[in-house]
């Protein structure tokens, strides 16, 4: 049962750890942007609020994802 147990908590281990390195992080303590660093649309307030510091809307963040893949 211990084998059982430890197996166990590796997982979630790993787990969390892959599932904090995906996450958004922004820059806690620093303001939002209230428009976009790219596009210059608006940042949705919600967005603001979920990832403190944050400079791009959703798409440009996404496009500039993607485009760090490549690189």
Not at 10 to 36: D, H, I, M, Q, W
Not at 43 to 61: D, F, M, N, S, Y
Request: charged share 35%; hydrophobic share 30%; with cysteine.
């Amino acid at each position: 049962m211990d084998e059982v147990d430890d197996s166990q908590k590796a997982e979630r281990l790993y787990r969390e750890e892959a599932l904090a390195a995906k996450r958004p992080v922004g820059n806690p303590g620093c303001v939002s942007f209230t428009r976009c660093a790219e596009c210059d649309e608006e940042i949705p307030e919600r967005r603001r609020k979920a990832i403190p510091g944050c400079r791009l809307c959703a798409a440009c963040q996404a496009e500039q994802d993607r485009n760090s893949h490549f690189s």
